[in-house]
């Protein structure tokens, strides 16, 4: 995002990252945080100093359920979050043992 001259710059799914060994729920609970947390305001915070957008993944915790949620942030503050309804459970994944399925909902 620093090298893009993009407004809008738009991260893949699992951009908090996959380990080696596959992403399972250990290490989305480890990792996931809450819309205040550390990774989504590291890149709130950028979008402001660069004065752009930027749509990227996260895992968010929320009332103590795992969302794998996708951020629209822009000039420094958050413009709508997607948590994901139709999680991809075929060949051989089964993202509903990871995460929660979102009820229909924008914020």
Do not use: C
């Not at 609970?29 to 100093?49: C, D, M, S, W, Y």
């Not at 996260?58 to 994901?84: C, F, H, M, P, S």
Request: charge should be neutral.
């Amino acid at each position: 995002m620093s090298e893009s001259d993009a407004y809008l710059d738009v991260f893949p799914e699992y951009s908090m990252g996959i380990p080696s060994s596959g992403l399972d729920r250990r290490f989305v609970q480890e990792n996931a945080e809450p819309l205040e947390g550390e990774f989504v305001h590291k890149i709130v915070e950028k979008t402001l100093r660069r004065s752009s957008a930027v749509v990227f993944t996260t895992y968010l915790v929320e009332d103590g359920a795992l969302y794998n949620a996708a951020v629209l942030a822009e000039k420094g503050r958050i413009q709508a979050v997607y948590r994901k309804i139709h999680l991809f459970d075929a060949f051989g994944y089964k993202e509903s043992v990871t995460f929660t399925r979102a009820r229909y909902r924008f914020t």
